[in-house]
């Protein structure tokens, strides 16, 4: 019975936890209402073309929505539609999302979000993965779908004690998550962004435990190490007489991550200060994210609606989890990265990888995405055995183009079942 002791996902089933819904209290809803009233506007002039950031005509559409026609309600039934439960590992509280397999025989799979990504940026993927035979595909391939709050995030709070929690830590606790306390002989993982990292980690240092990974980027874990981890350039300069549209692109990428990743290792508690007292200065911060890295074609309501937008800005919210959510980045960076072998390729665990058009490297067509990747050195860290690319999509995978995400995944797994 591949993956699982004792219990099957359907009839009979015997999950070892019980569930718990997902609830806010009316005061803090009610408490969310008079900050979002009583916020104090910064004059935001001469920022038509958004140069500075966040326009504020938006953000103030935004925040009157939020007050006048956004339900949590409705959307708190919406998540609740799945089973949630919280848990303690280690020392450190998890929650976790679960939809059970229906098929002869699920592989159980847990799924990494990024940020400033909720466990909800994986709700358009969790049925079709699950359920395959009700989306059209073969029920063979279903799996048990578990997907978690990284810690300090969302309802994997309050993260009081644990303050060095980084991505490679995160791996070690999934691993007892899933074979210590769900009792799983083996799984798979998948994972994007911050996800991608921990589902590394766990091909590398859990390979003989797993059937597989699937990941939404193939970046090497090491990636944060160094005096100038919070440096997306690297502290590299721009190389001189290259094209103009690759110095362009080049531009390009460091305005999207620069201050992003620099204020994240550097100065998050900091900015927390602001984050966590307001509400729309925490709905800023994050939305310019989602504005900036998702393939919205200038309109982030082409990718998230406008409830969509405040139903994740909510589960950091009401969670107070703004501040040790950004830590992630720094303790990356202070907790370096270090191998737990030396074998080549470092994630031994055969991985699947998509890619997407919105994040070409400058100079790289979609075309040529995958024999760029490659011809590099990352290539060589992982033991690839799939990989596809989309004109299609941004950095929020399987939100924007979840039917491909989906199929990716299906098609890494296919052989390791």
Not at 33 to 40: A, D, E, I, Y
Not at 319 to 332: D, F, K, L
Not at 358 to 384: C, I
Request: proline content about 6%; aromatic content about 12%.
């Amino acid at each position: 019975m591949p993956g699982r002791l004792d219990r099957t996902s359907q009839g009979g089933s015997v999950f070892p936890l019980q569930p718990t819904k997902i609830h806010v209290s009316d005061e803090q809803l009610a408490d969310l209402r008079t900050r979002l009233k009583l916020t104090r506007w910064p004059l935001g002039v001469g920022n038509d073309d958004w140069y500075y950031g966040i326009r504020r005509d938006y953000l103030e559409e935004l925040v009157d929505y939020w007050l006048k026609a956004y339900d949590w309600h409705k959307a708190e039934a919406a998540i609740n539609r799945y089973e949630h439960y919280q848990v303690n590992v280690a020392g450190v509280p998890v929650h976790f999302m679960r939809k059970a397999g229906i098929g002869p025989n699920p592989l159980p799979l847990i799924l990494t979000h990024g940020w400033p990504w909720t466990f909800w940026h994986w709700s358009k993927v969790i049925n079709p993965l699950a359920d395959p035979a009700a989306f059209g595909g073969d029920p063979a391939e279903a799996f048990d779908v578990i997907v978690p709050s990284l810690p300090g995030f969302g309802f994997s709070t309050p993260l009081i004690n644990n303050q060095d929690m980084n991505f490679w830590k995160v791996a070690d606790l999934w691993h007892t998550l899933m074979t210590g306390v769900l009792g799983y002989e083996k799984y798979a993982a998948g994972g994007c962004d911050i996800g991608a990292l921990v589902s590394g980690q766990l091909g590398h240092k859990y390979a003989s435990e797993l059937y597989a990974i699937h990941i939404g980027s193939a970046r090497k874990l090491n990636m944060f190490n160094g005096d100038r981890g919070w440096d997306f350039s690297g502290g590299l300069p721009i190389p001189e007489n290259i094209p103009e549209d690759i110095r362009a692109r080049i531009i390009e990428l460091d305005r999207r991550f620069a201050s992003h990743l620099a204020v994240h290792v550097l100065d998050s508690s900091t900015l927390a200060y602001g984050l966590s007292d307001s509400p729309v200065g925490m709905l800023a911060w994050i939305l310019e994210r989602w504005m900036k890295w998702s393939d919205n074609a200038g309109n982030i309501e082409n990718v998230f609606s406008k409830d969509d937008i405040l139903t994740h800005a909510m589960i950091y919210w009401v969670n107070n989890a703004i501040e040790t959510s950004m830590r992630m980045y720094a303790n990356a960076n202070r907790y370096p990265w270090t191998p737990a072998h030396d074998r080549w390729p470092v994630i031994e665990a055969p991985t699947g990888i998509t890619f997407v058009g919105y994040e070409n490297p400058p100079g790289v067509s979609t075309q040529n995405r995958v024999k760029d990747f490659l011809d590099s050195d990352r290539a060589a860290w992982y033991n690839h055995v799939n990989i596809t690319v989309h004109e299609r999509g941004g950095h929020f995978i399987p939100w924007e183009i979840p039917h491909a995400w989906v199929d990716d995944l299906r098609r890494t797994f296919r052989d390791y079942r």
